[in-house]
């Protein structure tokens, strides 16, 4: 087999099989996480409005980590999430209404603003915490949440 080949068909290998694995790893991430959980309930049907936040970080239960690439909406309404495009494999847009929140916590760690959404879920699943990160981004949170979440 030529040289010219075998570089061909490595290259066509890692076209046809890094998506593959990039879309799979996506996938346990949304599923380990809890985002896959929460947009069978809170899948955004139309995109949100209100304070739109870019290249936010946020935590997801306890394990799952997005680094800098979610743009979250705050609105009188709810919040909205959804991920960079590179991410989104398993990763639906999501809008969680204000009455699906439980609690509101706000959490100032070494001059890092914090809030923690506690999300109900149904059918017996339980609820599942939520870090959003940025001092403008908690701000705009306390700012729409309904009272009685900014006080718990």
Same mark, same amino acid.
């Given at each position: 087999?030529?040289?010219?080949?075998?570089?061909?068909?490595?290259?066509?290998?890692?076209?046809?099989? *890094?998506?593959?694995?990039?879309?799979?790893?996506?996938? %346990?991430?949304?599923? *380990?996480?809890?985002?896959?959980?929460?947009?069978?309930?809170?899948?955004? +049907?139309?995109?949100?409005? !209100?304070?739109?936040?870019?290249?936010?970080?946020?935590?997801? !239960?306890?394990?799952?980590?997005?680094? =800098?690439?979610?743009?979250?909406?705050?609105?009188?309404?709810?919040?909205?999430? $959804?991920?960079?495009?590179?991410?989104?494999?398993? $990763?639906?847009?999501?809008?969680?209404?204000? !009455?699906?929140?439980?609690?509101?916590?706000?959490? +100032?760690? %070494?001059?890092?603003?914090?809030? +923690? %959404?506690?999300? =109900?879920?149904?059918? !017996? +699943?339980?609820?599942?915490?939520?870090?959003?990160?940025?001092?403008?981004?908690?701000?705009?949170?306390?700012? $729409?949440?309904? $009272?009685?979440?900014? =006080?718990?």
């Amino acid at each position: 087999m030529s040289e010219g080949l075998t570089v061909a068909l490595i290259i066509g290998a890692f076209v046809i099989i *890094f998506p593959l694995f990039w879309g799979a790893i996506l996938q %346990l991430i949304a599923y *380990f996480g809890g985002w896959k959980s929460l947009a069978k309930i809170y899948a955004a +049907q139309d995109p949100a409005s !209100g304070d739109r936040f870019h290249f936010v970080s946020a935590r997801f !239960g306890s394990f799952t980590s997005y680094s =800098n690439c979610l743009s979250v909406t705050v609105s009188a309404a709810g919040i909205g999430l $959804h991920p960079f495009i590179l991410l989104r494999a398993g $990763h639906g847009a999501l809008f969680i209404p204000w !009455g699906e929140i439980l609690q509101l916590t706000r959490r +100032q760690v %070494l001059g890092f603003s914090s809030t +923690q %959404l506690t999300i =109900n879920r149904p059918m !017996g +699943q339980s609820p599942i915490r939520v870090t959003l990160y940025g001092k403008t981004l908690a701000h705009s949170l306390h700012q $729409h949440a309904p $009272h009685h979440l900014t =006080n718990a």
